[in-house]
């Protein structure tokens, strides 16, 4: 019940009560008081400061909907990745730390290739954008970088991340199974190029696994989880089609999984690449580049 004059400890209480089935349950707390109350610093410097009413009536249904299994990242609207914020909500996929893995990857590799031009990145199903702007931040000198992403509904928080962080980053509405997309890549002369590098986290899941999927995850497009019966389809598409405009010694970077991974290798060869090298961390797969021949 939300109760006139309830402090800054009261309302963080009243949240916290409402998480209870919550896994992270005190940081998810501490999250949705900043968001919608003040600071945490002030719920420790001023615990008897009185809650403005629409601001704890919005934070309780806010943990409300939390406590639904609605995910936190949507509720804040936005989230950290590889050191910047990014704006998230319905209809975009969340960005996850494992994703990170793909950055290392690729900047290691643009490290590798990079001579005495900038290299051409393009970033398929590109999301929110976060693989893209992050290899762009951090090579700025290096690439000229590229972002496809087909959902009408996840473009806008591309369009509205690359403004966010002034990211020298080309946008580019389209289906990554479309051939034709392939025209849309030019160096900085305007002269149309081939590609270097490769970045993609595209839709992964099986339908075994779309079948299972966890309640937080159910609230994210299935457009950005599912691939294909195995989880293999935008892998082979993009290992086949887009592997066909890479530019000699360019290299391809992907999200990978356990359970995908000696599969997507196979996929790889198949379509002319070498040079297989497999991210770990923690003993899992993180991510796979390899090198055209």
């Known amino acids: 019940m939300i109760t006139d004059n309830m402090t800054f400890k009261g309302a963080y209480d009243r949240i916290y009560s409402l998480l209870e089935n919550v896994p992270d349950r005190k940081f998810d707390c501490v999250c949705i008081f900043e968001q919608f109350i003040a600071p945490k610093e002030e719920l ?34 936005e989230w950290e990745f590889y050191g910047l914020s990014f704006k998230v909500g319905e209809g975009v996929l969340i960005p996850r730390p494992e994703t990170e893995f793909v950055v290392d990857e690729a900047i290691r590799l643009i490290d590798e290739i990079y001579r005495d031009r900038k290299l051409i990145v393009a970033d398929l199903c590109a999301g929110t954008g976060c693989i ?110 887009w592997g066909s405009i890479l530019n000699k010694g360019g290299a391809i970077v992907f999200e990978a999984c356990d359970n995908l991974a000696s599969e997507m290798v196979k996929i790889l060869e198949a379509s002319g690449f070498e040079d297989i090298n497999t991210v770990m961390s923690c003993g899992h797969v993180r991510a796979l580049s390899a090198r055209k021949k």
Request: proline content about 5%; overall charge negative; hydrophobic content about 35%.
């Open 132 to 241: 893209a702007i992050s290899i762009a931040g951090n090579r700025r000198d290096k690439v000229k970088t590229f972002a496809v992403e087909y959902s009408g509904d996840a473009f806008p928080y591309l369009v509205d991340n690359i403004g966010r962080h002034s990211a020298d980053v080309t946008m580019i509405r389209g289906d990554v199974s479309n051939g034709r997309l392939l025209d849309n890549f030019v160096d900085d002369d305007g002269e149309e190029t081939g590609i270097d590098l490769i970045v993609s986290n595209p839709p992964y899941l099986t339908d075994e696994e779309m079948n299972d999927l966890q309640k937080e995850i159910t609230f994210e497009p299935d457009t950005a989880l599912y691939g294909g019966s195995d989880g293999l389809k935008f892998y082979r598409v993009i290992s086949a089609l």
């Open 44 to 77: 420790y410097t001023h615990p008897d400061s009185i809650c403005p009413e629409n601001a704890l009536q919005m934070a309780v249904n806010a943990a409300h909907r939390r406590s639904e299994g609605y995910p936190l990242q949507y509720i804040l609207g």
